[in-house]
């Protein structure tokens, strides 16, 4: 095919164009898709995967002249370590400059044009996500966040006085907070069953839904994994335990998807939120509901039934994507999300997020004065994980480690009224270095031998953060 008559220039264009439908295949993607990406973010990454791929996830994950590579795609400063990506994850480059692109085309004329060609890509992108779910598209709405995701179904399942529902200690506060509303509204009954800490095994994690399921038990939240210690959950055994009885269940998975290499049809759980722009890296506000098909009519958009020419209002995932008008731009923007994800390899990328918990969480869990709150287990936690250092308090902890060492860190949430459990939440990501993550365990290791300084030492547990 290469005639050597041919101008550089267009050898370049046609290597580039060679190249790129390499990483096309690779990364899995439709040719859809492939017209809303730029080319040359991927072709570091795509060199870097051909080194790998004859090397386990396992292995790749201790491949540093690869992460190095993967290191170069983000745009995060080196003059402080983020340990909060729970929080959310710093996009790629590819996907900044996408959404950018997207606004300028956005910016360019009447928003309605614009709009109705977004509309089109965006269900490009739709599929595109379904596909790294492994659902239907027809049984995903692209929504803002986990939030709406999860708010839309908590609020929309009809329940009746005396109805329970069953959560557990460990889940998300403002999903809580929907579920209480709804005792006080409609004199439903919540239960929330406490979380070993941590947890022995799976068994043990089924057990507290075992023991706390009742005959009047309608619906079951849990997390995939807890925002609180980074628990990995058995959704699958829970979700066949619930559908036993009779029971639905919601999965909260905002840290899940972009995390673990899962399909949501593997788990049969009925309802699915995850925020994409937390372990995905796809631009902020960006989310996603899943429900199973025969749940969708029942299920009342937050903002109420919309009706229109272009779906059934009744039966369609978009009547949950209803929500006045928005920017288009960080929506189209989630297929460079996946891109990127997918040109990693899902597998590749829990392992090595694993790997960098396990890099710091085996040093500081053989201190005498440290407690890692997350068990090991592979099947049992991926990248997120608790620490806490006896005796101090984990804000004097986690400020001392932004204010003095610039290392940025959350907190974790007392469990019982002596404050005995205390942590910090730690979340790397992939372009955490070994030596930031050496650096943060030297930090702990002197304050747990040293003890933390004034003002830090005179913190006291805030009795807000006291938690059932
Ligand atoms: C377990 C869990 N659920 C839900 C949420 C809410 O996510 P968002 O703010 O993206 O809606 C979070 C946020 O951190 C979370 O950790």
Redesign the pocket.
């Known amino acids: 095919m290469r005639s050597e008559d041919e101008a550089p220039e267009s050898r370049h264009e046609r290597l580039h164009t060679m190249e790129r439908r390499g990483f096309l295949k690779t990364a899995g993607i439709s040719a859809g898709l492939a017209t809303l990406m730029g080319a040359d973010s991927f072709r570091g990454i795509e060199a870097a995967v051909n080194d790998v791929s004859d090397l386990t996830p396992w292995q790749a994950a201790r491949d540093e002249a690869f992460w190095s590579e993967v290191k170069q795609a983000f745009t995060v400063s080196r003059t402080l370590i983020n340990l909060d990506n729970?929080?959310t994850c710093p996009q790629p480059r590819v996907v900044t400059e996408a959404v950018v692109r997207y606004i300028w085309e956005q910016e360019q004329g009447p928003y309605g044009s614009f709009v109705q060609k977004a509309r089109d890509q965006v269900v490009t992108v739709k599929r595109s996500l379904a596909r790294l779910i492994g659902s239907s598209p027809e049984e995903i709405a692209i929504v803002r966040?986990?939030?709406?995701a999860?708010k839309t179904v908590l609020y929309g399942v009809p329940l009746g006085p005396g109805d329970e529902v069953l959560t557990t200690t460990h889940?998300?506060s403002?999903?809580v907070s929907a579920l209480e509303n709804r005792v006080k509204q409609e004199g439903i009954k919540l239960v929330q069953a406490p979380v070993p800490l941590p947890a022995q095994s799976m068994d043990d994690l089924e057990g507290i839904f075992e023991r706390a399921i009742t005959p009047k038990t309608r619906l079951i939240l849990l997390?995939h994994i807890?925002?609180t210690t980074g628990q990995v959950f058995p959704v699958r055994r829970i979700c066949d335990l619930a559908h036993r009885h009779g029971i639905e269940v919601v999965v909260?998975g905002?840290?899940a998807v972009g995390q673990l290499d899962f399909n949501i049809s593997d788990l049969d759980c009925d309802y699915y939120g995850t925020?994409l722009?937390?372990w995905l890296s796809a631009p902020k506000g960006t989310?996603l509901l899943y429900m199973k098909r025969e749940h969708i009519e029942k299920i009342e958009p937050i903002y109420g039934v919309y009706t229109s020419r272009r779906f059934n209002a009744r039966t369609s995932m978009r009547k949950y994507e209803s929500v006045g008008t928005v920017s288009y731009a960080p929506y189209l923007a989630i297929g460079e999300a996946i891109a990127f994800h997918n040109a990693i390899g899902p597998k590749r990328k829990e392992e090595r997020l694993r790997y960098l918990k396990n890099h710091w969480a085996e040093r500081l869990g053989k201190h005498a004065r440290i407690n890692v709150y997350t068990p090991t287990a592979s099947e049992m936690s991926c990248c997120i994980a608790g620490v806490g250092i006896e005796g101090i308090d984990p804000t004097g902890m986690r400020d001392y480690l932004w204010d003095e060492h610039q290392i940025r860190t959350s907190r974790g949430r007392y469990m019982g009224e002596d404050y005995s459990q205390q942590w910090v939440r730690i979340t790397p990501n992939l372009y955490t270095t070994l030596s930031e993550l050496d650096y943060f365990c030297e930090v702990m290791e002197d304050l747990a031998n040293n003890g933390v300084p004034e003002p830090y030492a005179s913190y006291r547990p805030d009795p807000r953060m006291l938690r059932r």
Do not use: I, P, R
Request: charged content about 20%; glycine content about 10%; overall charge negative.
């Open positions: 729970g929080y966040n986990t939030t709406e999860l889940d998300y403002s999903m997390s807890t925002y909260d905002a840290h925020s722009h937390k989310g």
